[in-house]
């Protein structure tokens, strides 16, 4: 089912991409996986009339000890057996050894899932804790027209690049105030909103109908098969909402009776495999949209003043726009914090929205260090190499693309030469003091407060304020 | 006008679910193999294991597997599976990829031998780079992509555009960073 996006020719970049798949050729032993669900559903295997229905295995019944249909867990054991012994194709089966079949169940090796008893996996409760996030939101970064809805952070902290941002760099500063000073924080309370009740009061602000239900901890309504909206609510740190709705789509197709020679559908007749996009009409401008998606947010009992509401431009080559865009950036202090809603609408309504529905609780006034000291927060391991992020702004990463000259051998290193080892100096010029999304390790959404340090160049790097005394560096687990 | 239901809608029985196994244990298999990290001797039993929950759940949840579209709503809980696995699985270091609530899945710890690859995906969004795994390695664009990031066509032919165009900045950038040091 390769369905490649039509009109983008690809690139170097995709195909390298493809061409790195690390599972290409890569084919699972089909008995085993067979086991393994039998071992979960054993009743997906009954046939009507008694006889075992075997996806996907030769017709033979498993010759070995002890009876042929008797505990899962025994055919499991035989089954595996069998694998070891024969010659290992694949990747997985050189390392068969590692499993171990626990008592009833299906113990994993490393990174072990809590043993279940056999054929039973019980739902999802509580979220387990989650490491320290790396990377801090962006203190005021543009909005850019991202979908996500938790601010996403370009996380070069990870990246070793030599010489670049996060490597091996330095950073001092000029002329920056020395003294500490104080600041509001804020908690997302996402679990005073997570309710079956409040995804009832959402899909009814929507016009979502359906009962709630549970699908992995998060909680849903609506249509199960993409025939008509949904609308669900995420057990994360913001209590993130996402709905869409297929009948509104701007880009969707007239659905194509399958049955043959019925003339019903719509009263024309589409060959399968044609998209005939529906027409729903042109969509609100993008004032109305901004109109319409702050009515939204006033109906799912938001305050439509907290949040600064702007429409996205049109691509300026699309003709007739068949939907409008617009984002919703939560507001505090006259900075926006990175959480925000966003808004498709097509010609026939709201065709999606997505967003977080945590209100803001504020939790105190913490004492915030200098600027001059959260430069110096950069080069100490446990705010920098990946407490702190950078990005350029658009003016200098266009820099960066230039024609690449023709290769040539490198002159090779002389005797009792000093090796090269370069390291980027950074002299921060200017901070400015805002607020921050931050994820605790259980996923518990905070807003603190945070600096943008920023260099002559109009490079940028973020780091928390909050001092010391008010931070607990106790490692996570 | 009618539709008779019971003839077009197929029952979803043990030979309805025999069917389904056969054509896609395979490629779910590999969803996962290529998003565990490939810690010593791991990779394999977890696979299986993780491609056998989302079959047994497709037979529990068998009412709402869609016809015509069972592969994508496979790949949509074989996400949910696998973030699930990945906040319980602490015994496994894995990079230190930030671990953001995304909508319903995970950051993608990939499995991916070429360097230079690697290093452009780190750069991107956990966003992104999901839709772009989507794309490259299970071959989804269009509706199939919308169903398994639960959004609109119009919404996942558009992020997909968008993480496109930043995939091929951020290799664009690395390569002239590259060349600025080789020089």
């Known amino acids: 089912m390769t369905t490649h996006t039509p009109e983008q020719p690809d690139d170097a970049a995709l195909e390298r991409l493809r061409a790195a798949d690390p599972a290409a050729g890569l084919d699972p032993d089909t008995e085993v996986l067979e086991a393994a669900v039998r071992t979960r559903v054993p009743e997906a295997f009954a046939g009507a009339d008694g006889t075992t229905v075997t996806p996907g295995a030769p017709a033979s019944p498993p010759a070995g000890p002890g009876a042929p249909s008797g505990a899962p867990v025994d055919e499991l054991a035989e089954r595996r057996a069998r694998r070891r012994r024969r010659a290992p194709l694949q990747v997985a089966a050189a390392v068969a050894g590692v499993l171990v079949v626990g008592a009833g169940g299906y113990a994993l090796g490393a990174g072990a899932v809590g043993a279940s008893p056999a054929g039973d996996t019980s739902e999802l409760t509580a979220l387990a804790p989650i490491q320290l996030g790396t990377a801090d939101a962006p203190a005021a970064a543009d909005g850019a027209g991202t979908e996500s809805f938790a601010g996403d952070a370009r996380s070069a902290a990870d990246v070793a690049y030599p010489g670049y941002w996060g490597g091996r760099t330095v950073f001092h500063q000029d002329g920056l105030p020395t003294e500490g000073t104080s600041a509001a924080a804020w908690a997302y309370d996402a679990a005073g909103v997570f309710a079956p009740e409040t995804l009832l009061r959402v899909a009814d602000a929507l016009g979502v109908d359906g009962e709630v239900r549970e699908d992995y901890g998060s909680l849903t309504a609506g249509s199960a098969d993409w025939t008509g909206p949904t609308v669900s609510l995420q057990p994360d740190g913001l209590a993130s909402v996402s709905f869409n709705d297929p009948t509104k789509d701007p880009w969707g197709c007239v659905v194509v009776s399958p049955a043959p020679a019925d003339g019903d559908g719509g009263g024309e007749s589409v060959e399968p495999g044609v998209c005939e996009e529906a027409d729903h009409g042109a969509p609100p401008s993008g004032a109305d949209a901004v109109e319409q998606l702050r009515d939204v947010l006033t109906t799912l009992g938001l305050d439509p003043a907290g949040y600064e509401v702007v429409a996205d431009e049109q691509a300026p080559d699309v003709e007739a726009p068949r939907a409008t865009t617009v984002t919703a950036h939560e507001v505090v202090d006259g900075q926006r914090t990175g959480t925000q809603w966003s808004a498709t609408f097509s010609g026939a309504g709201l065709a999606s929205l997505y967003g977080a529905l945590a209100p803001r609780v504020e939790i105190g006034t913490y004492d915030v260090v200098s600027p001059a000291e959260a430069v110096e927060r950069l080069g100490d391991p446990r705010f920098g190499g990946g407490g702190m992020i950078a990005w350029a702004r658009e003016s200098t990463l266009e820099q960066m693309t230039v024609e690449p000259e023709e290769p040539t051998v490198p002159p090779t290193v002389g005797e009792g030469a000093r090796f090269a080892w370069p390291v980027t100096d950074v002299t921060i010029t200017d901070a400015r003091l805002g607020l921050a999304v931050q994820y605790q390790p259980d996923g518990a959404a905070v807003l603190l407060p945070a600096y943008e340090l920023s260099d002559a160049e109009g490079n940028a790097w973020s780091v928390v304020a909050v001092v010391d005394e008010q931070l607990d560096f106790a490692p996570a687990g | ?183």
């Not at chain 2, 003839?7 to 969803?31: I, N, Q």
Request: glycine share 8%.
């Open chain 2, 1 to 183: 006008m009618t539709t008779d239901e019971g003839t077009d809608a197929a029952v979803h029985d043990e030979a309805w679910f025999a069917a389904l196994f056969a054509a896609h244990a395979t490629p779910v298999h590999r969803y996962f193999r290529r998003r565990l990290p490939s810690a010593a001797g791991a990779v394999g039993p977890d696979a299986e294991d993780l491609t056998a929950e989302v079959l047994a759940t497709a037979w529990r949840r068998r009412d709402d597997v869609p016809d015509g579209a069972e592969l994508p709503w496979l790949y949509r809980t074989a996400g949910f599976v696998l973030a699930n696995h990945r906040r319980k699985a602490r015994a496994v270091p894995v990079a230190e990829l930030p671990e953001q609530p995304d909508d319903g899945a995970d950051v993608e710890h990939v499995v991916v031998q070429d360097d230079e690859v690697r290093r452009a995906l780190a750069g991107l969004s956990d966003r992104d780079r999901r839709i772009l795994l989507l794309h490259a390695w299970e071959g989804l664009g269009g509706d199939d992509l919308a169903a398994v990031l639960g959004t609109s066509r119009g919404g996942a032919d558009a992020a997909l555009s968008r993480a496109r165009s930043r995939l091929r900045a951020a290799w664009a950038e690395q390569a002239a960073v590259a060349q600025e040091q080789g020089a």
